[in-house]
């Protein structure tokens, strides 16, 4: 099985938690604002990503979901 990892810039409210407790240090804050005025966080490493899903559980505003993808 395959995973993709997703940020909800609409729920995101840039307190830069799941930046702070990525091992991989895959996540940023954006320059972009988002529609309600927040800087979100971003995978700025996509590649990087191991999928360990701690930035979903730290993640106050649930924001960050980690889904299987069928593999291609």
């Keep these: 099985m395959a995973y993709q ?5 609409e729920k995101c ?10 091992p991989k240090k ?3 804050m954006s320059k972009e ?6 800087f979100p966080a971003h995978q700025a490493r996509p590649e990087d990503c191991i999928f360990c899903a701690i930035c979903c559980t730290m993640c106050p505003d649930v924001a ?3 889904t299987e ?4």
Excluded: Q
């Design 5 to 9: 990892h997703s940020i909800s810039k």
């Design 13 to 22: 409210k840039g307190c830069g938690i799941c930046v702070s407790v990525c």
């Design 26 to 28: 895959v996540l940023e």
């Design 33 to 38: 604002i988002s529609s309600k005025g927040y």
């Design 64 to 66: 960050i979901t980690i």
């Design 69 to 72: 993808t069928a593999d291609i």
